[in-house]
């Protein structure tokens, strides 16, 4: 996430009537607006792989995969972000337009500039998603994953994936190589 515009404090539909109008992406907390910094090539990269490796698992079925330029609401906290991947199985979802819900797994590819928030404050957001059952943070750095998986308690239960393990997202049944996460990078 970037530093706030210079927008003033905006209600949710105002955001997303001008949100519409920029060139660039900004995300939304609660009335603030962040402008978006432009991502590198291996960021997206990464999220090209996840996307196309997803995308391909699901073909076929009811859940749908999404890349960054798609937004999601989080109502309990009146946030509104771009996920770099994710995926609803909603219906709901799959006639929306403006912004997704009900999303089942979040793939956040942590940057320099937004790996302390990917997994703080927006994390602590992303939790109020009753439908959420999983959040992938992909560290290119690192070349490393954690995935956060919503047990039956509604804990969160850190699973750490590196080098030459097979990444498992339970919640769509999915498992590849961490290796083809981190292709052509």
């Not at 603030?32 to 699901?58: C, P, Q, S, W």
């Not at 749908?64 to 989080?74: Q, T």
Request: glycine share 4%.
């Amino acid at each position: 996430m970037g530093l706030p515009q210079s927008v003033t404090h905006l209600p949710p539909h105002e955001y997303l009537a001008w949100e519409n109008t920029q060139a660039e992406k900004h995300e939304y907390v609660n009335g603030e607006v962040y402008a978006m910094v432009g991502a590198k090539r291996d960021h997206v990269t990464i999220a090209g792989n996840v996307f196309a490796l997803l995308k391909d698992h699901l073909r076929g079925g009811p859940c749908r995969a999404y890349i960054s330029d798609m937004k999601v609401k989080v109502e309990t906290a009146n946030a509104f972000f771009y996920p770099d991947v994710f995926v609803t199985c909603n219906e709901r979802d799959h006639q929306a337009e403006l912004f997704l819900s009900h999303p089942k797994l979040i793939v956040e590819v942590l940057s320099d500039s937004t790996a302390a928030f990917d997994r703080g404050d927006k994390f602590a957001i992303y939790r109020q998603i009753p439908t959420l059952e999983e959040y992938l943070l992909i560290d290119p750095d690192s070349r490393r994953a954690d995935c956060f998986r919503r047990d039956a308690t509604g804990h969160w239960v850190l699973y750490d994936f590196r080098k030459d393990d097979v990444i498992e997202l339970r919640s769509i049944a999915f498992q590849a190589p961490l290796a083809a996460f981190f292709e052509n990078v």
